[in-house]
């Protein structure tokens, strides 16, 4: 007879860790997008930023908590009075609340970057996590740099941030740097000689400097963690973060290995991935786990024969359980509103009367130019009629005039707000030279382009292109993503999208 099997808690920090990957900077509206859609897909608990980093922090992470009713919200604090006073304002209205508050323990990180004794790290989580604790229902204590940590001092601050009421220990691989075995052996430790451990749940939280950051988090379950820190694609600082699509279907997909589950609805998983990459203007490469695009593609004779005789041959996940549905419904220019809400609810979307019918139209508008209207398309549509509905900029016209023997001529008009402005440009670099360089004439900036990345969304001629545009100003990145069936449209709203991010940090 089977055990029953264990829950373990999905922990989401895409709107902070994975934020923290150089040019994944999300306004207040997309933060909040994502967080409904998290809170959809039945993620346990959302840390939604640092509010002690900025104003627009403070606020993205005080409209989640009062938004969202279906997941603990969780703001990130220094081991600070002052971090942690306004964390938990800015926590004020969620139905439940979380402090996640750290300081390293390793001896690298005290003597050189806080240049503190263990004596007073010790005082130093015993009064923030008490601080914490006093003003939110639940608190969750990292010792920063765990995995590098000397085990008996390690144990000691455990000890003392359960004392002070830390509800949950995480123990973070700071810098990718422990394996599988390893992390294992660390959990068990803790778990055999922190004498108060049994009040607390012990949380994972791995990042993939060595690719392991998934193994890691597993392994951290099997020895006794049952929470685990994670992001949408594996995003975060550095090499990424431990993604949770991977660990969710993981556990889903080895049940005989893992006797646990997850709240998660893995349906949501296709369509929050593309809504986080279409969001921070990281493509996710075709080749990775679960949602690439490769991801359920056979192409070789011999896996093609075996799938059309038995799928499970060569195929370990259906697409359907991620959400990839197969269809025979064919949108198109003649499909009528019902068939086009209806798909849209079957990709996970509930959108508010003012934006369906915005997003109908524009629907209507993409169906005159493409034959069949695929998924992907419909995703990359849609995420962008709610993107651009909080949106100061607005490209409301753009005439391109060019050819291989003449200059390339540009007419542009911006909606900003509610005033139109427009200019001309001539460039000899091209036409997507001249409408960036006319766009700059309209929206002044001083940022530095880093990078102009073209993709199709969809096969064929007509396929949908999708721009990636990233800018560079003060030493801060920014990127963000356009989509069209006119390369050159795609590319002056990836460029206004990307200075809309700007203007608001």
Not at 73 to 94: P, Y
Request: charged content about 25%; proline content about 2%; glycine content about 6%.
């Amino acid at each position: 007879m089977q055990m029953a099997k264990e829950k373990i808690i999905i922990f989401d920090t895409t709107l902070r860790d994975g934020e923290q990957a150089p040019g994944a900077t999300m306004n207040i509206e997309e933060k909040l997008l994502i967080a409904k859609a998290l809170e959809k897909m039945r993620v346990d608990v959302i840390e939604a930023g640092f509010p002690a980093a900025s104003e627009g922090d403070f606020s993205a992470v005080n409209r989640i908590a009062k938004t969202i009713k279906n997941a603990t919200i969780c703001g990130l604090a220094r081991a600070k009075k002052n971090d942690i006073e306004i964390t938990a304002k800015a926590l004020n209205g969620a139905q439940r609340s979380r402090i996640h508050t750290f300081i390293a323990t390793s001896p690298i990180h005290m003597e050189f970057k806080l240049k503190m004794s263990q004596e007073q790290v010790l005082e130093a989580i015993k009064d923030s996590v008490s601080l914490a604790r006093n003003l939110c229902d639940e608190v969750d204590w990292s010792p920063e740099d765990a995995t590098r940590s000397k085990h008996d001092f390690l144990f000691k601050a455990i000890e003392t941030a359960i004392s002070a009421g830390a509800t949950t220990i995480n123990i973070p691989d700071t810098v990718g740097y422990t394996t599988p075995e390893e992390y294992f052996a660390l959990i068990t430790a803790i778990k055999n000689n922190v004498v108060n451990i049994d009040k607390a749940i012990i949380s994972a939280h791995c990042h993939d400097d060595l690719g392991l950051a998934v193994a890691n988090s597993l392994s951290a379950m099997r020895a006794g963690a049952r929470q685990i820190e994670c992001t949408i694609n594996g995003i975060g600082e550095r090499a990424g973060n431990a993604a949770l699509e991977e660990i969710v279907m993981a556990i889903k997909t080895r049940s005989d290995i893992y006797n646990f589950e997850t709240n998660i609805d893995t349906t949501m998983i296709s369509r929050i991935s593309k809504l986080v990459s279409n969001i921070t203007g990281f493509v996710i490469q075709p080749n990775k786990a679960i949602v690439g695009a490769n991801a359920f593609a056979h192409e070789s004779g011999i896996h093609q024969d075996g799938m059309l005789k038995h799928r499970e041959t060569y195929e370990i996940i259906t697409p359907q359980s991620v959400g990839i549905e197969k269809t025979s419904l064919t949108l198109g220019k003649l499909s009528g509103r019902s068939a086009f809400k209806d798909r849209l609810k079957e990709l996970g979307y509930d959108l508010s009367e003012e934006i369906m019918n915005e997003s109908f139209l524009r629907f209507k508008d993409l169906a005159d130019k493409k034959k069949e209207i695929s998924n992907e398309d419909l995703v990359s549509l849609i995420d962008g009629s709610i993107i651009e509905n909080q949106a100061h900029y607005h490209l409301s016209e753009l005439d391109v005039d060019c050819g291989n023997n003449k200059d390339s001529k540009i007419f542009i008009k911006i909606r900003i707000d509610s005033n139109i402005e427009q200019t001309t440009f001539v460039s000899k670099d091209g036409p997507v030279d001249a409408i960036f360089s006319a766009i700059d004439k309209i929206i002044t900036h001083g940022a530095k382009l880093e990078l102009y990345k073209v993709e199709a969304v969809t096969e064929g001629t007509d396929a949908q292109a999708n721009v990636l545009v990233r800018l560079k100003k003060n030493n801060r990145i920014y990127s963000a993503s356009g989509a069209s069936t006119n390369v050159l449209v795609a590319s002056a709203i990836a460029y206004i999208n990307c200075l809309e991010k700007l203007k608001n940090h």
